[in-house]
């Protein structure tokens, strides 16, 4: 009998893999600077040039970025599938406004789901802290800081739903999903007794995910978003009778006249 020689994995190789693993669950996240290769080396317990080797062979694959001088970075555009043009196209059309609040209820729903069933103590101090933020910008009347915690906020259950392709794609949609919080921001906050409720809804979903209660959080997620919706058809076509009443305003002045 034959014996085949067994060949030992060369030290590039793991290195390669663990990083790509880093890279898949989310642990390092798009733009994130990589320690030193010394550093690298150090808690891999290898040496520096197996360490280059396998940076060399992640930048090949477009998956870490080498800046001359800067150091090396996780690509921030393996998640951008929304071009710059086709965003601005979707951000212009209103009945998009509708169609990205319909698929929140079916992305973050899972996401709170799961974050409940599956989610650590750590992922839960992270969301927690990520909900103080948005409570902190919201009452610092700052949209666009608010929008940016509402994202984290969403990155932190997703991340806790330890789903990589429901991270993948949650990442991938942020720039859309973002734009579609501040338009909505732009009507919701007008009215104070609006923002107390989407406060107290969005409390909810984070007291069933810390309680790990999935069916609740999830029934949590659809009531906030359902409100969300509720509410801007309301404001929506209270703006449509007030833009028709100021019309009408007008015309019979320039009757007048």
């Known amino acids: 009998m034959t014996y085949q020689r067994i060949r030992q994995p060369k030290l590039s190789d793991a ?35 197996s360490v280059r080797e396998a940076i060399l062979r992640l930048e090949a694959k477009q998956l870490l970025l080498r800046r001359q001088g800067g150091g090396t970075f996780v690509s921030d555009s393996l998640w951008q599938h929304f071009s710059d043009p086709l965003l601005d ?58 929008a940016q915690a509402v994202m984290n906020y969403l990155i932190a259950v997703t991340e806790a739903a330890h789903n990589v392709v429901l991270l993948h794609i949650m990442r991938s949609l942020l720039p859309l999903l973002e734009q579609n919080v501040i338009q909505n921001f732009t009507l919701l906050n007008r009215r104070p007794d609006v923002v107390a409720k989407i406060q107290k809804h969005r409390a909810n979903i984070v007291m069933a995910i810390v309680a790990k209660a999935p069916e609740e959080a999830r029934a949590a997620s659809y009531d906030h978003l359902a409100y969300i919706e509720e509410t801007l058809l309301e404001l929506t076509r209270e703006d449509s009778r007030r833009q028709r009443s100021l019309r009408r305003f007008q015309q019979r002045n320039e009757g007048l006249d």
Do not use: M
Request: proline share 6%; aromatic share 6%.
């Open 89 to 146: 196209l979707l951000s212009a059309d209103p009945n998009t406004q509708w169609d990205i609040l319909e698929s929140r209820h079916a992305l973050e729903g899972l996401a709170a789901y799961f974050a409940a069933l599956r989610g650590t103590p750590e992922d839960f101090l992270r969301i927690d802290e990520c909900h103080c933020a948005i409570e902190t910008a919201q009452k610092e009347g700052e949209a666009v800081e608010e």
């Open 15 to 49: 290195i390669e893999q663990e990083l790509e693993r880093l890279i898949l669950e989310g642990v390092l996240s798009p733009g994130e600077q990589l320690p030193p290769e010394r550093e690298l080396a150090k808690q891999f317990e290898v040496s520096r040039p």
